[in-house]
C-alpha cells in the first residue's frame, strides 16, 4: 500500500525537518505550506495521511479539514499545533482528526504516531485501489468512501475477507432479506456495479472474487 502523507506546516525550518524525517522511514511526502495549496494537493493526489498545522496562511487547518470532510474526504488526518487550549483540541477531534500533537515536540513522536497510524491502516483489506475497513465496514475506493445500503455492506464483508476462496450462494443468501437465485443475481449485479469488484460466478459451485 503506498505510504503517501501531505504536510502542511508554514514554519519551513519545521516542515523540512519533518519531511525528512518521514522519507528517511521510506514515506513519500508532499509539503505545502498554505491551506490553499493543501487543497489543491488533496485535489490532485490520493493521500494516506494528512499533517496539518492550525495556524497557517488563507485558512487554518480546523477550517481546512472540516472542509475536506465537508467534501466526503476522510483521510486520517493529525493536526500539529501551538494551540493547547481545550476548545481547540475538542473542535479537532469533532471534525475528524484522529491524532492531535502539541508544539513544541520532538520529531520523533510525530515519526511514532505515524507509524501507529500506518499499522492500523495496513490492517485493513486491500484490493487494488480498494480499501475495506473491517473494523468499521466501510469500503474506500481510491480513497473515497462508497455508501453501501445493508445487503451490499453484507456482501462486501463476505467478499472482502474471503478473497481467493469460492463462496456457496447458500453462505451469501444469508445477506437477502427474501432470498432466492433471481434475488441473489440481482443483489450482486448492483453489488458489482457499485464497486467493480470482478466477482465471478462458478457455475454450480458458487462465487468467487479472485486475488488480485
Known amino acids: 500500500m503506498s505510504r503517501k502523507i501531505l504536510l502542511l506546516e508554514d514554519d519551513l525550518e519545521l516542515a523540512e525537518t519533518l519531511k525528512e524525517l518521514l522519507e528517511s522511514e521510506n514515506y513519500h511526502v508532499d509539503m505545502v505550506h498554505n491551506a490553499n495549496d493543501a487543497i489543491d ?27 475536506l470532510r465537508n467534501a466526503q474526504d476522510t483521510t486520517p488526518a493529525i493536526f500539529i499545533s501551538a494551540l493547547i487550549d481545550l476548545n481547540s483540541i475538542s473542535k479537532a477531534f ?34 487494488n485501489n480498494i480499501r475495506y475497513v473491517a473494523s468499521k465496514k466501510e469500503l474506500y475506493i481510491d480513497e473515497k468512501i462508497i455508501s453501501l445500503g445493508e445487503v451490499q455492506e453484507c456482501l462486501c464483508e463476505i467478499f472482502m475477507q474471503n478473497i481467493g476462496n469460492v463462496l456457496d450462494k447458500s453462505i451469501l443468501m444469508d445477506c437477502l ?23 465471478k460466478n462458478i457455475r454450480g459451485v458458487g462465487y468467487i472474487l479472485e486475488k488480485s
Open 41 to 67: 494537493a488533496s485535489y490532485k493526489n490520493s493521500y494516506q495521511l494528512y499533517v496539518f498545522d492550525i495556524n497557517v496562511p488563507d485558512m487554518n487547518g480546523l477550517e481546512l479539514l472540516e472542509s
Open 94 to 127: 469533532e471534525i475528524g482528526a484522529d491524532d492531535y500533537i502539541k508544539k513544541p515536540f520532538f520529531p520523533q513522536e510525530l515519526l511514532i504516531r505515524v507509524n501507529a497510524k500506518f499499522v492500523q491502516v495496513n490492517n485493513d483489506i486491500v484490493y
Open 177 to 199: 432479506v427474501n432470498p432466492s437465485d433471481s434475488t441473489l443475481r440481482v443483489a450482486l449485479s448492483k453489488f458489482k456495479q457499485t464497486t467493480s469488484l470482478p466477482i
